[in-house]
DNA sequence: ATGGCAGGTTATACCTGA
C-alpha cells in the first residue's frame, strides 16, 4: 500500500506562475500534478524547469495564448496521449498510465461565455456539446474494473453548496439547471464518485475558483467548485483524503484557481 | 444592483475567462 496524491490546478498561465508551481512541488508535494490553461505551445512548456522540481514525466498538449493541459509526475507514465474534443484541436484533454495501472484523464471544459443559451451563445454551445461528448466517451468506455481519475477545470459547480449563492447563479453559466443536469449525466456514464465530496460532506459550502473581479476574494467569498477529482469504482474504498487549498489563491500573483487534491491509497 | 480584474497578443485595444 502506498499513498498516491493528485492534484489539479487551473493555473492560468505556467509561464507566469511557475515559481507557484514550485513551491506547490515543494510545499504539497504531490505525486502528479495535473494543469490546465496553461496558455503556452507545447514546444515552449517549461518541461525542464519542472524536470528540476522533480516532475520529469509529463504530458503536455498546449497552444498559444489559450488553454492547454498538462500531467506531471514523479513517477514514470505509460500510454501518454490527448484527445480532440468536438471537432476542435484546442488542447483541453491530456491521459496517462499511472504506476498501478490507473488511467489518468485530464480536462479543460470551455467556459461557456456569457449567456446560457446555445441558440444565441456559440461558446455555451460548444460547453453543452463537450459535456455530451464526454458522457458519451464514458459509457463507451465502462468498465467496472477499470481503475480510473478523471480531473479538471470542468468548468460546473454541480451543488447548491458549491457556489456562494444558489438563487442568484441559477442564470449564471457554471451552474445553470441545464449544466448541472449534463453534468450529472456525464458523472453516472463513468460511472464516477466525486472524490472531493466522498470526503467533504455535501452539506458544507465549497469552493476552488473566485473572480479576480473583487477588491477583497476571501471576505466577499463569491466562490464555485469548478475544479474537480472523480474516481471510478475500484477506487473509491482508497479515497483517503481531499483538500481545496484555498490559502493558494491568497499567494502572490495568484491563479483565480485554487489546487485540489486526493490522496488514495493504492 | 452593478461593476469589478487578469493574461496574452506580430499588442499599446481587444479577446478570453466564469
Not at 495564448?65 to 513517477?75: D, H, M, P, Q
Not at 453543452?128 to 458522457?135: D, I, N, P, R, S
Not at 466517451?137 to 467496472?144: A, F, N, T
Request: aromatic share 8%; net charge positive; with cysteine.
Amino acid at each position: 500500500m502506498a499513498d498516491v496524491k493528485i492534484t489539479t490546478w487551473n493555473i492560468n498561465s505556467v509561464r507566469l506562475r511557475i515559481e507557484s508551481v514550485a513551491r506547490l512541488a515543494k510545499e504539497v508535494s504531490p505525486d502528479v500534478i495535473c494543469l490546465q490553461e496553461i496558455k503556452v505551445m507545447t514546444e515552449l512548456f517549461p518541461d525542464d524547469a519542472i524536470a528540476a522540481m522533480g516532475y520529469p514525466h509529463q504530458v503536455v498538449s498546449g497552444m498559444k495564448a489559450y488553454n492547454g493541459v498538462a500531467i506531471l509526475s514523479k513517477k514514470p507514465l505509460k500510454n501518454k496521449g490527448q484527445q480532440d474534443w468536438v471537432g476542435k484541436s484546442d488542447a483541453r484533454h491530456v491521459h496517462a498510465t499511472l504506476p498501478g495501472n490507473i488511467d489518468l484523464h485530464n480536462f479543460y471544459v470551455p467556459a461557456g461565455g456569457e449567456i446560457p443559451d446555445p441558440k444565441q451563445n456559440d461558446k455555451f454551445d460548444h460547453k453543452l456539446k463537450f459535456v455530451q461528448a464526454l458522457t458519451r466517451w464514458g459509457k463507451e468506455r465502462q468498465d467496472p474494473r477499470a481503475k480510473r481519475i478523471l480531473v479538471g477545470d470542468l468548468n460546473i459547480a454541480p451543488l447548491e453548496t458549491d457556489v456562494w449563492s444558489h438563487k442568484r447563479l441559477l442564470k449564471v453559466v457554471s451552474h445553470t439547471p441545464v449544466e448541472v443536469e449534463l453534468f450529472e449525466r456525464m458523472r453516472k456514464s463513468g460511472p464516477w464518485t466525486d472524490a472531493v465530496r466522498h470526503i467533504i460532506p455535501p452539506e458544507e459550502q465549497l469552493y476552488s475558483w473566485w473572480s479576480y473581479r473583487s477588491k477583497d476574494w476571501s471576505a466577499a467569498d463569491k466562490g464555485r467548485r469548478l475544479d474537480h477529482i472523480w474516481v471510478t469504482s475500484p477506487l473509491v474504498p482508497k479515497i483517503k483524503a481531499a483538500e481545496i487549498h484555498r490559502d493558494i489563491r491568497g499567494w502572490e500573483k495568484a491563479s483565480d484557481h485554487a489546487p485540489v487534491t486526493v490522496t488514495l491509497s493504492v
